[in-house]
């Protein structure tokens, strides 16, 4: 069995959403942990685990990042992590179940395998993009605007997409 961890200097975990109904709005978290636990170096059947500090929610935005960690979106200080943990893992897919607030939903991501290389001081990297649409009604995200032409402030569809590098622990 080989463990794997995220090298958050080298990853990023990032969202957008539709603002206005004419554009998307991109975030991150500055602040992630994450492993992947595999029977080989295919990663097929990996156990993968992921949380993310919505504290550290980041759009640019100061007054935005303080919108959605309030009790309107989030509620960083009652449910102050995002978690998720896989339920498969193969090729092109990861299924997982995601949680936050007070609920756990079953997701399906998109993976992309980026190849393993030795980085210059001979640890073990792999790469990966991973990509995804979740609602965020389902998990109780549930706060919008109603927009005088129509439509709302809002979308409600989260376009999910994470770079990851994770280093093999010795």
Do not use: C
């Amino acid at each position: 069995m080989a463990k794997w961890v995220i090298d958050a200097a080298h990853s990023e975990i990032g969202f957008k959403v539709k603002h206005l109904m004419i554009n998307n709005v991109r975030g991150n978290f500055k602040t992630f942990s994450g492993e992947a636990e595999t029977s080989g170096e295919d990663f097929k059947n990996a156990k993968v685990t992921f949380t993310a500090e919505i504290a550290s929610i980041d759009t640019d935005n100061e007054q935005r990042d303080t919108h959605l960690k309030s009790a309107e979106f989030f509620n960083s200080e009652k449910y102050p992590q995002l978690k998720f943990v896989s339920t498969s893992f193969n090729e092109n897919k990861m299924e997982g179940d995601l949680s936050f607030g007070s609920v756990t939903k079953p997701v399906s991501l998109d993976i992309e395998f980026g190849g393993l290389a030795k980085d210059p001081w001979g640890n073990q990297k792999a790469g990966f993009t991973v990509t995804g649409k979740i609602n965020r009604k389902d998990w109780g995200l549930n706060w919008n605007a109603a927009l005088e032409t129509g439509g709302v402030l809002v979308g409600e569809m989260v376009t999910l997409n994470a770079e990851v590098q994770l280093v093999k622990q010795a």
